[in-house]
């Protein structure tokens, strides 16, 4: 059960983050549509054999777990002996923790860090097929709109604390069917 559960509250977590995105920056979320209407033009549903035909689709995904990790803190690992890292001493024994939130906004390694650009070279390789297979088919049937009196910068970035990064305020969207 906390499998299943697990990897729905991520997955739903990680949809509510690549949609935040998307939203922000309409004329990406009219490209991915684009690719996906393009390839599947009428198609009632996308399945998980038409996802290596998304190549856009994939970067929207990648890009989106670089910036919203769905845990930004790896599961701590204790050291088994001493290690010396940019000269710092690290004990046997101590427990470490890698800050993927930190590692994937260091300036150093990304050009204009903050900013959702799926464009960008990816070194992330995990396999999100389900995330792939569900935005596809969210963004494919629907138009995401905010509601009434609600502008695009009135979406925020802030996070609840845990293991797994939700949005601490709900993302409130109005879905306009596009496809009957």
Same mark, same amino acid.
């Given at each position: 059960?906390?499998?299943?559960?697990? /990897?729905?509250?991520?997955?739903?977590?990680?949809?509510?983050?690549?949609?935040?995105?998307?939203?922000?920056?309409?004329?990406?979320?009219?490209?991915?549509?684009?690719?996906?209407?393009?390839?599947? /033009?009428?198609?009632? #549903?996308?399945?998980?054999?038409?996802?290596?035909?998304?190549?856009?689709?994939?970067?929207?995904?990648?890009?989106?777990?670089? #910036?919203?990790?769905?845990?930004?803190?790896?599961?701590?690992?204790?050291?088994?002996?001493?290690?010396?890292?940019?000269?710092?001493?690290?004990?046997? /024994?101590?427990?470490?923790?890698?800050?993927?939130?930190?590692?994937?906004?260091?300036?150093?390694?990304?050009?204009?860090?903050?900013?959702?650009?799926?464009?960008? $070279?990816?070194?992330?390789?995990?396999?999100?097929?389900?995330?792939?297979?569900?935005?596809?088919?969210?963004? $494919?049937?629907?138009?995401?709109?905010?509601?009434?009196?609600?502008?695009?910068?009135?979406?925020?970035?802030?996070?609840?604390?845990?293991?797994?990064?939700?949005?601490?305020?709900?993302?409130? #969207?109005?879905?306009?069917?596009?496809?009957?």
């Amino acid at each position: 059960m906390n499998i299943i559960a697990g /990897g729905s509250d991520t997955v739903s977590a990680a949809l509510v983050w690549a949609k935040a995105a998307l939203v922000k920056k309409p004329l990406l979320m009219k490209k991915l549509q684009a690719e996906i209407r393009q390839l599947f /033009g009428e198609k009632k #549903l996308i399945d998980e054999k038409d996802m290596e035909k998304l190549s856009y689709l994939r970067a929207v995904v990648k890009e989106s777990l670089r #910036l919203y990790p769905l845990a930004p803190l790896l599961v701590p690992r204790e050291m088994t002996k001493k290690y010396s890292v940019n000269g710092y001493e690290i004990e046997g /024994g101590s427990t470490s923790y890698v800050n993927l939130w930190a590692i994937a906004r260091d300036p150093a390694m990304w050009e204009n860090e903050d900013e959702f650009l799926p464009e960008r $070279c990816l070194w992330i390789g995990m396999a999100m097929a389900e995330m792939e297979l569900a935005l596809a088919n969210v963004v $494919c049937k629907f138009a995401w709109e905010l509601p009434v009196g609600m502008k695009k910068e009135d979406i925020d970035f802030e996070i609840l604390p845990g293991i797994t990064m939700h949005k601490k305020n709900a993302l409130r #969207l109005l879905p306009k069917l596009l496809i009957a």
